[in-house]
């Protein structure tokens, strides 16, 4: 089979400056990598995501500040999170990326699709962008799958090594979303602890600084994918950021492009279970460029299997 992969030049041209970890570089390693090695992957341009989908998970404040501000050179909106005058542009096609992958899985164009975006998503909130990320690219995905093609559960997967506090803020209420996470703590933003539950619909398996593949796939094991089976999605979406592997600067967990090709194969096993097979994922972090080559060559090649 071959799957869609979801992309625009526009998602290089938001400009963080010439000292953030999250650079246009790191998309260009992922695509890169991906061309070369699995040469069967159906490339297709993201279109920009619609103000409806966008409003679906963000309030309108946090459109126009991303939108309408237009700077003409970078801006700080947070410490970490750079606004610059190409970044609503990125922040449209990766936000349509999810959207227009959400469409052809549930349309039966493809079965699986992977979006080769940034900005990232998962610390954006309702109304605040942060943690580099600004709009939920996997909120909209979600909620797009929920209101516009009138699904009722959708499962959320994120194993980006810092936890979605924007995701699981963003569904903590809606138990039409279930939202799974390993992550690292103590880390940035700093939630994502065990006890944070929602309505019952999120699992959070917080992970020690210095953890590796056998903790990791442990909490996979044990707490996470049978929370994603009981649930029985109808699609399932994957937050993927690949700033878990050793290498990364940001972070001190020890994991190896093997195990997320050993999640991904988990994660599809229950998309073929419960969801007729459709899996959407996203790219989240990742900061370090071999170990970005290395891991989404491991996740999307098993998202072919
Ligand atoms: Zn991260």
């Known amino acids: 089979m071959s799957i869609h992969v ?3 030049p526009a998602c290089l041209a938001h400009d963080t400056g010439p000292a953030h970890a999250e650079r246009p570089q790191r998309l260009l390693a992922v695509t890169q990598a991906l061309q070369q090695e699995l040469p069967q992957l159906d490339w297709r341009e993201a279109p920009r995501a619609g103000r409806d989908a ?4 963000h309030a309108p404040a946090l459109l126009q500040r991303v939108l309408e501000t237009a700077p003409r050179e970078r801006i700080m909106l947070d410490p970490d999170t750079v606004l610059s005058p190409d970044s609503a542009e990125a922040g449209l096609r990766a936000a349509g990326a999810a959207v227009a992958a959400v469409d052809a899985v549930l349309g039966g164009d493809t079965t ?9 998503g998962h610390h954006a909130t309702n109304d605040t962008a942060m943690g580099f990320c600004l709009f939920n690219n996997v909120a909209i995905a979600a909620l797009h799958a929920l209101d516009a093609h009138g699904l009722q559960r959708v499962a959320i997967a994120d194993f980006d090594v810092h936890h979605g506090n924007g995701t699981q803020a963003i569904f903590a209420r809606d138990p039409r979303v279930l939202f799974a996470s390993s992550h690292q703590m103590p880390l940035y933003p700093e939630t994502g602890h065990a006890s944070e539950r929602g309505v019952g619909n999120i699992v959070n398996a917080p992970l020690p600084p210095g953890a590796g593949g056998d903790a990791f796939r442990a909490a ?4 996470l994918l049978p929370a994603l089976d009981a649930f029985a999605p109808q699609l399932l979406l994957v937050s993927a950021g690949f700033d878990a592997h050793r290498l990364d600067p940001l972070a001190q967990l020890q994991l190896e492009a093997d195990d997320y090709a050993w999640l991904t194969a988990q994660l599809v096993a229950i998309a073929d279970r419960h969801a007729g097979g459709r899996l959407v994922s996203l ?8 170990a970005l080559r290395a891991c989404s060559v491991a996740h999307v090649r098993a998202l072919l299997a």
């Open 112 to 120: 699986r699709a992977f979006c080769a975006v940034r900005p990232p």
């Open 54 to 57: 966008l409003l679906r998970a």
């Open 283 to 290: 790219l989240e972090g990742g900061y370090d460029l071999d």
């Open 6 to 8: 979801y992309t625009h």
């Open 220 to 223: 996979w094991s044990t707490q």
